[in-house]
């Protein structure tokens, strides 16, 4: 599985913007699909995870209620909708899929090459 992420860009401290990440392969379907995130300096971190039918999610007590993942398997895609920006969500965030459903970043097997998104004040 390759994966591509993009939509990342510079937006104003409570915006919104949507991240896709779109995968090639014939099992895209039968993977858990996370979103995670690596600010300058820090470690990468879980933000969310939706299970390969999209019935669970889990999400990172920072973006909770504000961050919703989704996944249209016809279309081999996982979104991450992200409103009320905050400048510390300002960082490169990646999607990654793993055969199983975990918060934890060794977990995954395929990881896309992130997309930057900057929150400005």
């Known amino acids: 599985v390759q994966l591509q992420a993009s939509g990342g860009g510079l937006v104003q401290n409570g915006g919104s913007l949507r991240l896709s990440c779109v995968a090639s392969?014939?099992?895209?379907?039968?993977?858990?699909m996370g979103w995670f995130r690596q600010a300058p300096g820090k470690e990468r971190e879980f933000v969310a995870v939706i299970s390969w039918s999209g019935g669970s999610t889990t999400y990172a007590d920072s973006v909770k209620g504000r961050f919703t993942i989704s996944r249209d398997n016809a279309k081999k895609t996982v979104y991450l909708q992200m409103n009320s920006l905050k400048i510390e969500d300002t960082a490169v965030y990646y999607c990654?899929?793993?055969?199983?459903?975990?918060?934890?970043?060794?977990?995954?097997?395929?990881w896309g090459p992130g997309t930057l998104v900057t929150v400005s004040s």
């Open positions: 990654a899929g793993t055969p199983g459903f975990s918060t934890f970043k060794t977990m995954y097997q395929y």
């Open positions: 392969g014939r099992t895209f379907s039968s993977y858990a």
